[in-house]
């Protein structure tokens, strides 16, 4: 059988990894052993999945993104270009803290824009928008925009990537799809 993704030359691929149809992994890119990435993902230049990772279909990794172990992203996740995952809390050169990587989980449609940081152990809720930059060290809400170091809410994003203005009611429309979103106890979804 043969494989139905696509591996620029250069890319190392270790053994024991699942990889989904459709997918492209480029330049200087090295996946590591025993990681699964769905259907139809890309993979920029100089990417590294460590072991064990998980990427749903549809995913985006921009360039010089490493993806640690721990890390399960969902499908439809953006990772812009530069951003960084950590896996353990108090890193020390000269102490072994294989055994303590705290899992991240990045939820269906979010977004992590360039250069920003996902301190290891939190949760990024669905469609939530991690502004360019941002350092998150606390769990995001599902459709949050968050923005600085260390990241703060700033406001609400459609499932389009569009800012989300509520009325009095906690009603909002995303002007380019036309779905409609419920604002209740600072929690948002999505009315279908």
């Known amino acids: 059988m043969s494989k139905q993704y696509f591996a620029h030359q250069t890319t190392v691929i ?12 480029w330049h200087f890119s090295h996946v590591m052993s025993n ?3 769905g259907e139809n993902c890309n993979l920029g230049q100089n990417v590294v999945v460590s072991p064990k990772v998980v990427l749903g279909n549809n995913v985006r990794v921009q360039n010089n993104v490493s993806i640690y ?4 992203c969902e499908d439809d996740v953006f990772l812009g270009p530069s951003m960084v ?3 353990v809390i108090n ?3 000269a102490v072994s803290r294989k055994s303590e990587y705290k899992p991240t989980y990045v939820r269906r449609g979010a977004s992590i824009g360039a250069n920003a940081t ?7 809720g669905e469609y939530a928008f991690i502004g ?6 606390r769990p995001i809400p599902a459709y949050a925009l968050v923005v600085g170091n260390p990241a703060r809410q700033t406001g609400w994003m459609s499932e389009f990537g ?7 009611k906690g009603i909002a429309f995303c002007k380019e799809s036309g779905q409609q979103y419920q604002l209740i106890n600072n929690k948002v979804t999505r009315n279908k």
């Not at 270790?14 to 992994?25: L, P, Q, R």
């Not at 996902?118 to 990024?124: F, K, L, P, T």
């Not at 569009?162 to 009095?168: K, Q, Y």
């Open 35 to 37: 990681c699964i990435i």
């Open 118 to 124: 996902i301190v290891c152990g939190n949760e990024i």
């Open 14 to 25: 270790d053994e024991g990894c699942i990889i989904g149809a459709g997918t492209k992994i």
């Open 69 to 72: 172990e721990g890390v399960i």
């Open 85 to 87: 995952f950590t896996n």
């Open 91 to 93: 890193p020390r050169s």
């Open 162 to 168: 569009e800012r989300l203005n509520f009325d009095e």
């Open 132 to 137: 360019a930059g941002a350092v998150v060290t």
